[in-house]
């Protein structure tokens, strides 16, 4: 199982990102992948998560009607679409993957994870 994690940048507060976890050697139907994230200084935080087939989507409160998971399974992607980025939003972001077609929060339930990639939303 790999994962592969990219997209991050430098976004005004109110701007878009679009964030990429390309999956190897497994099939998404089989796994729950999360996005957490890390600010410096914090802990790594959950942030959102897309089950195994069927796919749900599940969201920290925090980022609830402004980021968005989706999949292509053509492509065993999945994205997080960010909108209305704001200052507090900023972080190194990192996938996980779990073998489960359950939501998982807690990061101690995933078994792989991608590298990280920065976020920064700054003017």
């Known amino acids: 199982v790999q994962l592969q994690a990219s997209g991050g940048g430098l976004v005004q507060p109110g701007g878009s990102l679009r964030l990429t976890c390309e999956a190897s050697?497994?099939?998404?139907?089989?796994?729950?992948i999360g996005w957490f994230r890390q600010a410096p200084g914090k802990e790594r935080e959950w942030v959102s998560c897309?089950?195994?087939?069927?796919?749900?989507?599940s969201y920290t409160d925090s980022v609830k009607g402004r980021f968005t998971i989706s999949r292509e399974k053509t492509k065993n992607t999945v994205y997080l679409q960010m909108n209305s980025l704001k200052p507090e939003d900023a972080a190194v972001y990192y996938c996980?993957?779990?073998?489960?077609?359950?939501?998982?929060?807690?990061?101690?339930?995933?078994?792989?994870w991608g590298q990280g990639t920065l976020v920064t939303v700054s003017s």
């Open positions: 050697r497994f099939t998404l139907d089989y796994y729950a």
């Open positions: 996980a993957a779990v073998a489960s077609t359950a939501h998982h929060t807690r990061l101690n339930e995933y078994d792989y």
């Open positions: 897309i089950s195994g087939s069927p796919a749900s989507t």
